[in-house]
């Protein structure tokens, strides 16, 4: 149940409301229906009798590594005869566990003709089988098919719960791309982390890119990797701190002979550059980072940083 972040409503539902058969679970992509789903499932069919699945009995196991006989996924757009003949097997006892589950993805695409076979299943449950409907909103299925559901809904979560939990999966400095994703992902965890995760790679893309450059003192692939939107101010930000963190590393290799088997190929092609010049780029960065706070000139700081970088001292 831990892994559920926020959404008391469904925990407190699902606590109570425990007789039901059949759910549906509503939300969008990314706002931790799948993570739900699992919860539900694992808290039913768990050998250990508590509100939340031990994750350690043998039921609960099977389950997380998918070799769960009595879970049965379908597809919602299955031509009706078919779909049919799928949901005829619900009334076979379960093979294994104790329950067996009916799973039905992406609901919001269910022909009618499917809905009103469904509802069959949905209107005389029997005690051994769950349904589990999950879709983006409601709105999408019949008014009957809802009626006969408990209705789950995923609610955004607070901006400091997602950025806790980001910070303790992926660390706190990369902090632009941890603000990016708290304020562009809607309340919604997994839209967060997908917006984490591409963030930093599009800034780590962008490193390697300048790193290169530097190297072969290609200035225009310096620029290039360099130049941002003037609007992009958090992203000219994040690479700043990004290549001020990298540059660092390979200062203390350098300077201090340090081990190097961190560092990428590259970044030892940077060693070669010698310790002054490393320095010296390193100060620069130093100062476009405090100075960047302000003056948001990206463009001028950016001739400045390459221009440094280039410094034959
Ligand atoms: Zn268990």
């Not at 939340?52 to 590594?65: K, L, N, T, V």
């Not at 300077?255 to 970044?267: C, F, I, N, Q, T």
């Not at 010049?277 to 700081?301: C, D, E």
Request: net charge positive.
């Amino acid at each position: 149940m831990k892994k559920l972040i926020g959404n008391e409503h469904i925990k407190k539902i699902l606590q109570t409301k425990s007789g039901s058969r059949s759910f549906l679970i509503e939300g969008c992509t990314g706002s931790g229906r799948h993570t739900l789903l699992d919860i539900l499932i694992m808290s039913r069919i768990c050998e250990v009798k508590g509100l939340s699945p031990c994750g350690a009995c043998g039921a609960c196991r099977r389950y997380e590594s998918g070799n769960c006989v009595d879970i049965v996924y379908v597809d919602a757009t299955l031509p009706v005869s078919e779909f049919r003949k799928v949901l005829s097997s619900a009334a076979e006892y379960p093979k294994k566990e104790r329950y067996k589950f009916y799973v039905l993805d992406n609901c919001d695409d269910m022909k009618v003709q499917n809905q009103n076979a469904l509802l069959k299943n949905l209107e005389e449950p029997l005690d051994f089988v769950y349904f589990v409907l999950i879709c983006v909103t409601k709105e999408s299925l019949l008014k009957t098919v809802v009626s006969r559901c408990t209705v789950l809904s995923m609610k955004p979560i607070q901006d400091n719960e997602i950025k806790k939990y980001l910070t303790d999966k992926y660390g706190a400095e990369n902090t632009e791309a941890l603000a990016y994703a708290v304020a562009n992902c809607g309340g919604f965890l997994g839209k967060a982390k997908n917006l984490y995760e591409n963030h930093r790679e599009y800034s780590d893309k962008r490193y390697s890119e300048f790193v290169e450059a530097l190297i072969s003192e290609n200035t225009a692939g310096m620029f290039r990797a360099v130049s941002f939107d003037g609007k992009k101010r958090e992203d000219f930000n994040e690479f700043v701190n990004i290549l001020l963190s990298r540059i660092k590393n390979i200062l203390i290799c350098v300077g201090y002979g340090k081990d190097d088997s961190g560092l990428s190929p590259e970044e030892k092609e940077v060693m070669s550059l010698g310790e002054k010049r490393i320095k010296n780029i390193y100060n620069a960065l130093v100062k476009t980072k405090q100075g960047i706070k302000y003056n948001v000139n990206i463009p001028l700081w950016s001739v400045y940083i390459v221009k440094e970088c280039l410094k034959k001292i």
